[in-house]
């Protein structure tokens, strides 16, 4: 029953390198989203996604891309890493964006940008 | 004002009290509502959902005000393992929104 998977779990980069952080959920969920949390601070939304094909900005999106060519996955780009990107990330996912459903999260991935 | 607020806390309270946490929120059509707990920087797990009659589990109670746009949560005989922040979750039309969350110190 693996619900929302993320990873890699911890990754160092250095300051303009890219990577992508991968989250893939199989639970057919039509919503996913990506969350970053700074130290003592609330979860902020990245990107967003309501379906294969469909993805829109959330609060804090500059120096991310996301896309959603399957419904299973939807990636994370850092295109140029700033320090400001460390942080940890969170994947969610939920049946649908609105409505009763519960939403899911991946374990984390913990991101330090030197 | 903003879309959910919550009281950041922390809530320090003696092992065995009651303590009692509310959310307020902006959009009155929003239409599902959660509270989600989250352990020192791991990912937030589903605390409850909270339904407009109100719904208890266990030791926990949530409690919706759609007129006044609040939800409550209500946690009695309070346990050292319920030390956590508190999330209070907004499903609305277009969106899902986090409350920053409310923390709370259980105190031997």
């Known amino acids: 029953n693996a619900g929302v998977t993320q990873t890699p779990k911890f990754q160092v980069l250095k300051t303009g390198q890219s990577m992508t952080l991968q989250c893939a959920q199989d639970m057919n969920h039509e919503y996913m989203s990506w969350y970053r949390q700074d130290p003592g601070m609330g979860l902020r939304l990245i990107h967003y996604?309501?379906?294969?094909?469909?993805?829109d900005q959330g609060e804090v999106p500059n120096g991310y891309n996301v896309s959603r060519s399957t419904t299973e996955d939807f990636p994370l780009r850092l295109l140029s890493a700033a320090p400001s990107q460390t942080s940890v990330y969170f994947c969610?996912?939920?049946?649908?964006?609105?409505?009763?459903?519960?939403?899911?999260f991946g374990e984390g991935s913990w991101l330090t940008v030197v | 004002r903003k879309e959910v607020e919550q009281d950041p806390g922390p809530f320090n309270v003696p092992e065995g009290a009651t303590v009692a946490f509310n959310c307020t929120y902006s959009?009155?059509?929003?239409?599902?509502f959660f509270w989600y707990r989250q352990d020192c920087r791991k990912e937030p797990k589903l605390l409850m959902s909270?339904?407009?009659s109100g719904n208890e589990d266990g030791r926990f109670t949530a409690q919706l005000n759609r007129a006044s746009q609040y939800i409550s949560l209500l946690i009695r005989d309070s346990k050292l393992s319920d030390s956590a922040t508190y999330l209070c979750v907004v499903k609305g039309d277009d969106k899902i929104i986090f409350g920053k969350g409310t923390r709370l110190h259980i105190l031997p």
């Open positions: 969610a996912s939920s049946r649908t964006l609105q409505g009763p459903g519960t939403i899911y």
């Open positions: 996604s309501v379906g294969a094909g469909i993805t």
């Open positions: 959009n009155s059509a929003s239409q599902s």
């Open positions: 909270v339904y407009s």
